[in-house]
């Protein structure tokens, strides 16, 4: 039973993009994986508090993750 565990800053990605985001890692493991196991492939999409997920010794937020993404 696959199981994607991905991690996030909270408030960076709306519901939507979790939606799509879940859909493609699907999609991804099955292509590996096989379609037989499409029922039983967990992807789960774990939020971390803003200013809690450090990145090269500073703390980041959505904000940062923002001004990286459009860059």
Same mark, same amino acid.
């Given at each position: 039973m696959p199981l994607v565990n991905i991690k996030g800053i909270s408030g960076y990605l709306?519901?939507?993009?979790?939606?799509?985001l879940i859909s *493609?890692?699907?999609?991804?493991?099955? !292509?590996v994986e096989g379609e037989g196991l499409r029922d039983v492939t967990w992807v789960i999409v774990?939020?971390?508090?803003?200013?809690?997920?450090?990145? *090269?010794?500073?703390?980041?937020?959505? !904000?940062d993750l923002r001004?990286?993404?459009?860059?």
């Open positions: 709306t519901l939507d993009q979790k939606k799509q *493609g890692v699907t999609e991804a493991v099955l !292509a774990e939020d971390v508090a803003p200013g809690a997920w450090g990145v *090269g010794g500073q703390p980041m937020t959505d !904000a001004r990286l993404a459009n860059r």
